[in-house]
């Protein structure tokens, strides 16, 4: 939907330290697909104006949206919206935005899902829209992140996965979690290989992260013959 509106912060909560959560009330939201964003605009007391995209993590009712937001240091936007917006306060909100990043419950291939840091959002839309579903579609998450303690949605991802709903594979780059298999560290192209739906069951392939890590694993899965009408990429940052 066009055009900018105010939206109702009605619950809000941390994902990790630095990573907050935001329930959004907006009338006449209209359809949401999974793996869309929003802008969201801030206005100072002095007329100047901010703006920043943020991908859209779930979608109830007719008029409810949630955003997950990690803090950057030096950001414009994210410090006040992690440690200042409250409960009750508005922002403004354009959007949903988006079509090529999508994902349709309808679709009957596989789908693997990549990870990179908060590039989980988008991707967590199209998990929660599969089980809302009910669809049987396989889906795999390879999930890379710095730390366990940066890791976002975590009892959701565990129920999902303790329930033998989804697959997912971690990888932590600089710290494990204690008892581990795996040491902390950056995976190579045959780790890669090995924890991705093989290229013969023919998945449909969302990719989401740090523009490096985008360009990186969007290189290995063409080089491992994934074709590339199925490699949907999304990335943010330098």
């Keep these: 939907m066009n055009g900018w509106r105010p939206a109702t912060v009605v619950a809000a909560s941390m994902e990790t330290p630095t990573a907050r959560t935001l329930r959004l009330q907006l009338p006449e939201r209209g359809r949401v697909l999974p793996g869309q964003h929003i ?17 859209v993590a779930a979608a109830g009712g007719d008029d409810l949206l949630e955003t997950t937001i990690e803090e950057l240091a030096d950001g414009e936007v994210s410090p006040y919206l992690i440690n200042d917006l409250e409960v009750g306060d508005q922002v ?17 291939a596989p789908v693997q899902l990549i990870a990179g840091g908060s590039g989980v959002v988008p991707l967590m839309s199209m998990i929660r829209a599969r089980e809302s579903s009910g669809s049987e579609v396989p889906f795999r998450l390879l999930y890379s992140l710095r730390t366990p303690e940066t890791r976002y949605y975590t009892a959701e991802l565990d129920r999902l996965e303790d329930s033998h709903r989804l697959q ?11 008892g581990s298999s795996r040491p902390a560290g950056r995976p190579d192209a045959a780790e890669f290989a090995e924890r991705v739906i093989p290229v013969d069951q023919e998945p449909e392939i969302r990719v989401c992260g740090p523009t490096a890590f985008v360009e990186q694993y969007a ?8 074709p590339t009408a199925t490699i949907r990429t999304e990335r943010f940052g330098g």
Excluded: N
């Design 39 to 55: 802008d969201i605009r801030l206005t100072a007391e002095d007329g100047y104006q901010a703006v920043r995209s943020y991908s």
């Design 92 to 108: 403004e909100i354009r959007g949903p935005i988006g079509r090529w990043f999508t994902w349709h419950a309808a679709d009957p």
């Design 168 to 178: 997912i594979d971690y990888l932590y780059t600089r710290q494990a979690p204690p």
């Design 219 to 226: 290189q290995w899965l063409v080089d491992l013959g994934y």
